[in-house]
């Protein structure tokens, strides 16, 4: 397999053993990761000045890119709260850069197979790593080491599952017995993973990633759908009986009338602090900095009363949407609606061409990442770092499908 893999200059194949790295050390550990990723972006640049070829011409691709990484940094500047910022402009960048770098990379399908298999081999090995590191501890759900908090763990996980899903359902036909027990085996164990870090959105996810998952199958029979259907009402079933802590968490919430855990708190605070700051935000990475005395003053100055038992701090708004709203305000929401629309615009048109095995997987892993990060966040942080790097890079894999490999 390494022969058509790597096929490419020297220098070629240097670039995409990092990537590979890269895909592999993801939610593993910071230093390996961070290094990798600086790696891959100078031989990705070297490489792309030693032969001058950048992907072919100028796409709107490229031009909702650069659009996006704009209003990123003409925001900062004018962020309410000092702080952050800059650090959350480097994040966004990179991001994008990261889309940019990876949609015009020419890879083949053989290569992005394989940076696929890395991102899911990786996310296993953490995942493995994590749940021993859990046996014991007083931590209520599962991390991984380099992901962080237990609901960003479950994005990054649902993302995963979904490549893992891609690569199964996509390739059914090209894989024999053996692979097809591997991916399976893979997929029901990031499933439990999912259930096992407690994030009830994450878990109500899982049944739509896996619908969503045979939608390009269903042009020719709906026994995909049947047959996922029944493996949700089995796997449902057994979820009730074992009982576990993300059921006993959301009881426990419910008992105590606090079944959003704190977040309509948070978003009533992220809303303050947009209205204080409409139009550019208070800056990314700023939401921490939204302190008791900030709060009350901007609460007064809006003619409201301020409610000491609704003052509750957080170091983020626990969503998407109001994250957004308030660290980048009117210019981020602007920018974030013009990213994923066009993503779900591309998925759209694009459906009736995912026809043959590669253009399959493409499609259904970057739909279920474009689903993670749109559903989970709705209550949760889900497009920043990791999360976020993992839903471009699928997303990356639908749109090279259209640039020749190089």
């Known amino acids: 397999m390494l022969e058509p893999i790597f096929n490419g200059t020297r220098a070629r194949n240097i670039e995409l053993a990092f990537l590979l790295a890269l895909a592999f050390f993801f939610p593993l550990y910071e230093a390996p990761k961070n290094i990798l990723g600086v790696l891959f972006f100078t031989t990705w640049t070297f490489n792309r000045f030693q032969t001058g070829r950048w992907g072919g011409p100028w796409t709107r691709w490229d ?21 952050g910022e800059w650090v959350g402009l480097r994040d966004v960048v990179r991001t994008l850069l990261f889309l940019w770098c990876l949609g015009r990379a020419g890879y083949s399908r053989a290569q992005w197979l394989v940076v696929f298999a890395m991102v899911v081999a990786g996310a296993v090995s953490a995942t493995l790593i994590g749940a021993w590191q859990f046996t014991g501890s007083t931590r209520e759900g599962l991390e991984l080491h380099s992901i962080g908090h237990s609901n960003h763990t479950a994005t990054y996980l649902c993302t995963v599952m979904g490549i893992a899903l891609a690569l199964l359902v996509g390739r059914w036909s090209e894989f ?30 899982l049944p739509l990633i896996a619908i969503v998952a045979v939608a390009p199958l269903l042009r020719r029979s709906w026994k995909p759908l049947l047959a996922v259907l029944g493996v949700l009402a089995l796997t449902t079933t057994l979820l009730v009986a074992a009982d576990p802590w993300v059921l006993r968490k959301h009881t426990r919430n419910v008992d105590n009338h606090n079944v959003l855990a704190y977040r309509d708190l948070l978003w009533e605070r992220a809303a303050t602090a947009w ?20 709060y009350q003053e901007w609460t007064a100055a809006q003619g409201r009363t301020w409610d000491a038992a609704r003052d509750f701090a957080g170091a983020h708004a626990h969503s998407l949407y109001f994250d957004t709203l308030a660290e ?20 759209l048109r694009g459906f009736a061409q995912a026809a043959d095995g590669h253009a399959r997987v493409a499609w259904i892993s970057a739909t279920l990442a474009l689903v993670s990060t ?29 640039r020749p490999a190089s």
Request: glycine share 10%; with cysteine; net charge positive.
């Open 63 to 83: 031009a909702i890119i650069a659009a996006c990484i704009a209003l990123a940094v003409v925001g900062t500047p004018f962020a309410g709260i000092k702080g």
């Open 176 to 205: 024999g017995s053996t692979a097809r027990l591997a991916l399976t085996t893979v997929i029901l164990f990031l499933g439990v993973a999912v259930v096992a870090t407690g994030s009830r959105v994450a878990v109500l996810c």
């Open 275 to 294: 209205r204080a700051h409409p139009v550019f935000g208070i800056g990314m990475d700023n939401f921490s900095r939204v302190t008791t005395v900030r």
């Open 328 to 347: 980048r305000g009117v210019v981020g929401v602007v920018a974030m609606l013009l990213l994923f629309s066009a993503w779900a615009g591309s998925l």
């Open 374 to 402: 749109l559903f989970i966040g709705l209550v949760n942080s889900t497009f920043h770092n990791e999360q976020a790097a993992v839903a471009v890079l699928c997303l990356a894999a639908w749109l090279a499908r259209k």
